[in-house]
């Protein structure tokens, strides 16, 4: 019998790419998605690539209604959680806004997991690391306080599985800590999609190549780092998606050493913003238009993973290189713009 997972948020940047990979791997797959922040896009590109339409229930998680609704009506495995929101600035200018919607919404899931016991896949972020002391972050650094709204709704999601795995009979619970997801599917049928003025460096980079921007500011120049720029773990979306096929199969085939259980999922090699610049212009034969600005508020100076964990546990590994996961954003934001 093939397993049902719920993907929460599955319309938007991850969750369309962890779709496809769930129903390639012989899951079903029902997409939730409220459409706050996104388009239709990418979810008739998830059905393009896979032939079939997938069931998709538009609805708002912080409606506890639907959300029991949305359980009753189809018997959910395993729960992916992806459906919140993710702008750290605006999360520091409109706190309750992200209180409200981003706990919320987990809360009511968690509610339907006590129900029913079920298996609960957090997407957590290695902003819980903070400024790390010690480098590559394993699944032991210790969390740092949050620095912004939106990284303290993280920490607390994190905290809330721990303590209802813990009381609950059959709710099972794993945290992924992703680092910098970049890149677009090979298809070129989904992609990141930021509405507005990116505040990503990747899609800030294909939006100033194919001239949306102006020019692309680098971030502060003089850290203490080889090239002066910040450094980052910059995963590639299809191989972050990959992660979490393995975390649910590793969830639903009993394979859980603790029933709370956290993974990195990065690749464990630091690149710089510089050196990300430089192998974008390379790999798609171009020159971007780029200046040294000074730093932006709160960026770590460096983070990368140690994936260990992962890569024994969930026997998962990382394995496109930045310069094929630059070409897929290039070519993503060239499909884009029609060209
Ligand atoms: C990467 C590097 C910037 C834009 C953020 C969130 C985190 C996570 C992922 C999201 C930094 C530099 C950027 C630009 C630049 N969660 N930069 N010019 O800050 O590592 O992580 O996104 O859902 O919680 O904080 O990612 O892509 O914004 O920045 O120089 O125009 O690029 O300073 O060094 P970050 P990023």
Redesign the pocket.
């Known amino acids: 019998m093939k397993k049902t997972v719920l993907v929460s948020g599955g319309a938007g940047f991850i969750g369309s790419h962890v779709t496809v990979e769930l129903a390639q791997a012989g899951y079903n797959v029902v997409i939730a998605d409220n459409f706050s922040n996104c388009d239709r896009t990418n979810y008739n590109g998830v059905c393009e690539i896979l032939g079939e339409k997938l069931p998709l229930v538009e609805m708002d998680f912080c409606d506890a209604a639907a959300v029991e609704r949305l359980f009753s009506e189809y018997k959910i495995d395993a729960c992916i959680h992806f459906a919140a929101y ?1 702008a ?1 600035g605006e999360s520091v200018a409109d706190p309750l806004k992200y209180y409200g919607n981003n706990l919320k919404s987990f809360l009511n899931i968690l509610e339907q997991a006590r129900k029913r016991g079920l298996n609960v896949l957090f997407s957590s ?3 819980v690391y903070g400024e790390p002391e010690k480098l590559p972050v394993t699944e032991q650094s210790p969390r740092q306080e949050a620095t ?1 709204p ?2 303290n709704t ?1 920490q607390m999601c994190e905290d809330f599985l721990r303590d209802c795995v813990a009381a609950y009979d059959g709710v099972k619970g794993i945290a992924l800590r ?1 680092f ?2 970049i890149g677009a599917h090979p298809s070129a049928l989904i992609g990141e999609l930021p509405r507005g003025v ?5 899609p ?1 980079i294909t939006q100033t190549a194919i001239g949306k921007r102006e020019c ?5 120049n003089d850290y203490p780092t080889p090239d002066g ?2 450094q ?1 773990d910059y995963i590639d979306i299809v191989d972050l998606a990959k992660a979490h096929v393995c975390a649910v199969a590793r969830m639903l085939d009993g394979k859980m050493k603790k029933p709370y259980e956290i993974f990195n999922i990065g690749t464990g090699r630091p690149v710089s ?1 510089m050196e ?1 610049v430089t192998a974008f212009e390379k790999v798609n034969n171009l020159k971007l238009n780029y200046k040294f ?1 000074p ?2 508020a ?3 100076t460096a ?1 990368w993973a140690d994936p260990t964990l992962a890569n024994e546990e969930l026997g998962w590994k990382a394995e496109r290189s930045v310069e094929d996961t630059l070409a897929a954003a290039w070519a993503w934001e060239k499909k884009l713009a029609g060209k």
Do not use: H, M
């Not at 990116?198 to 990747?202: F, G, S």
């Not at 692309?216 to 502060?220: P, R, V």
């Open positions: 993710k750290v972020s290695a902003t912004s939106y990284g993280k992703y910098n997801p990116p505040n990503n460096l990747v800030f692309l500011s680098i971030f502060g720029t910040c980052r913003v990300l600005a730093r932006r709160g960026d770590v983070i």
